[in-house]
Nanobody
Framework: VQLQASGGGLVQAGGYLSLSCAAS????????MGWYRQAPGKERELVAG???????KYADSVKGRFTISRDNAKNLMDLQMNSLKPEDTAVYYC?????????????????WGQGTLVTVSS
């Protein structure tokens, strides 16, 4: 699976940005897509994720401000980020997780796109 992320950039606090991620390749079995972020000196963390069935998960810090969506047919995922704060500044990574059955055994794979920088100025 190849992941191509786009979006990001520089915005003032209170503003908004959107990120998009397009998946290609062997996307059969891709049951989860999500956005992670990593700020300088911090560990990578899950920002928002969405499963095939539409269930979503958000970090507490972004609930009510960020919205994740997904087009399963087109293998596209978007993250709408509103009311951005300086602490949202980070490199954001697109992630996809797949499961493949090989010889009767389920194997999970984890894929990452290139990071895209989001900078929120105060």
């Amino acid at each position: 699976v190849q992941l191509q992320a786009s979006g990001g950039g520089l915005v003032q606090a209170g503003g908004y940005l959107s990120l998009s991620c397009a998946a290609s390749g062997s996307t059969v079995g891709m049951y989860f897509m999500g956005w992670y972020r990593q700020a300088p000196g911090k560990e990578r963390e899950l920002v928002a994720g969405i499963w095939n069935n539409g269930n979503t998960k958000y970090a507490d810090s972004v609930k009510g401000r960020f919205t994740i969506s997904r087009d399963n047919a087109k293998n596209l995922m978007d993250l709408q980020m509103n009311s951005l704060k300086p602490e949202d500044t980070a490199v954001y990574y697109c992630n996809a997780q797949t499961v493949v059955v090989i010889d009767g055994r389920a194997r999970e794979y984890n894929y990452w796109g290139q990071g895209t920088l989001v900078t929120v100025s105060s």
